[in-house]
Structure formats: C-alpha cells, structure tokens
T-cell receptor
Framework: ETGVTQTPRHLVMGMTNKKSLKCEQHLGHNAMYWYKQSAKKPLELMFVYNFKEQTENNSVPSRFSPECPNSSHLFLHLHTLQPEDSALYLC?????????????FGDGTRLSIL | KQEVTQIPAALSVPEGENLVLNCSFTDSAIYNLQWFRQDPGKGLTSLLLIQSSQREQTSGRLNASLDKSSGRSTLYIAASQPGDSATYLCAPLDGNTGKLIFGQGTTLQVKP
C-alpha cells in the first residue's frame, strides 16, 4: 500500500470530453506532484503544489488544469485533449523543501484518448 | 539540462544471477539519487535513496552506489528472483531545480 491513491485507474475519453483525475494521500505530506509517463519517454514532471499553492508548471498545455483544494487532495481536470495525451498519469506526494525524503507515488491513471 | 541514461534498456537473466543496472547523468550538481521500481501498470516504489555525500546504500539484496563526480550510479541486485522482474528507474534530484529527473528505465526479467 503506497499511501497515495489515484482514481480512476483507467480512463477512456473522446477529445471533446471533460474529465478529472483524482489523487489522495494519507501520508501527512504537504507537497503533491503530477507526472506524465508516455510510452518510450522518461517520466515528466507536470505540476508541483506546496502547501496547496502551485509552485511549478512545467510548460503544460492549458487543456490540463490542476487543482489542489487541500494538502491531501490533488485533481487534474482534462478538457479537449489530443491523442498524444494518452499516457499514464502519476501522482506523488512528498515533504516540501526536504530533498532527503523520497516522493511517494500512486499507481497512476491510464488515460486513453480516442 | 540534466539528462539521465540507463543501460541496458532491457535485461533477461536466469534466477539466481547477480546483476548490475547502470545509470549515468550529465550534471553532477545533484542533491541525491533515487532508484525506483515500477511493476507493469503500477506506480513507482522507492527502493533506495543515496545522498550526494554518500557512496553507497544497501537494502536487503539491493546495493546502490553513487559516483557523483563521474555522473554514475549502479544498482546491484544479488541472487535475483522472478519477483524482481520489473522496470527499474534511476532519478537524480537536480541540484539546480530541485526536480527528479528520470531515466527511461531498465526492464528486468528474471526467469525461473
């Protein structure tokens, strides 16, 4: 059990749909992250939230809209996605500013865009 | 810009073998380096974290070494088991950005 739960595990959507990915952590962490893992590419950081505030947006297209209502929950709102957005989206949590603490990852949401 | 390379990309070995996975990174300005394991369709599990001042870290049958100045790390797996089959990812924590930079991983298959 990782302590970081992501839902749904799988999502298939059309390019005109709107959906949201959810992440919840029970580790008492105050940093949360969204990563994208595409086939044959390294894991890429998308967004970082520290104490509910966004501190990093790694040049992510606006069709991805993150939301962090509290330190335990993180959402990724999706709209008008493209086929190249099909990937595994991973959420992680950690301790802000403490680089000696490992990040803890969820099992991800496998997203397929039709 | 930090770049991470993992060699080999894939590895298949019989059970019981000792093996070494390699990771190289281009910028030696790192805070630490983590090795992760990823099972198919799953997230990442942290295996070992080596501080930039350390040379190695051990956990059970796993031993990770770090040579920061040369930009290299290795993950040594002793007496491999079929349950070790997974993708292993190396990720230095970039000292300039505070971000984890991932390699593409080594996919390991241990045959019974």
């Amino acid at each position: 059990e990782t302590g970081v739960t992501q839902t749904p595990r799988h999502l298939v959507m059309g390019m005109t749909n709107k959906k949201s990915l959810k992440c919840e952590q029970h580790l008492g962490h105050n940093a949360m992250y969204w990563y994208k893992q595409s086939a044959k590419k390294p894991l890429e950081l998308m967004f970082v939230y520290n104490f509910k505030e966004q501190t990093e947006n790694n040049s992510v297209p606006s069709r991805f809209s993150p939301e962090c209502p509290n330190s335990s929950h993180l959402f990724l709102h999706l709209h008008t996605l493209q086929p190249e957005d099909s990937a595994l989206y991973l959420c992680a949590s950690g301790v802000p500013g403490d680089f000696n603490q490992p990040q803890h990852f969820g099992d991800g949401t496998r997203l397929s865009i039709l | 810009k930090q770049e991470v390379t993992q060699i080999p990309a894939a590895l298949s070995v019989p059970e019981g073998e000792n093996l070494v996975l390699n990771c190289s990174f281009t910028d030696s300005a790192i805070y630490n380096l983590q090795w992760f394991r990823q099972d198919p369709g799953k997230g990442l599990t942290s295996l070992l974290l080596i501080q930039s001042s350390q040379r190695e870290q051990t956990s059970g049958r796993l031993n990770a070494s770090l040579d920061k100045s040369s930009g290299r790390s290795t993950l040594y797996i002793a007496a491999s088991q079929p349950g070790d089959s997974a993708t292993y990812l190396c990720a230095p924590l970039d000292g300039n950005t505070g971000k984890l930079i991932f390699g593409q991983g080594t996919t390991l298959q241990v045959k019974p």
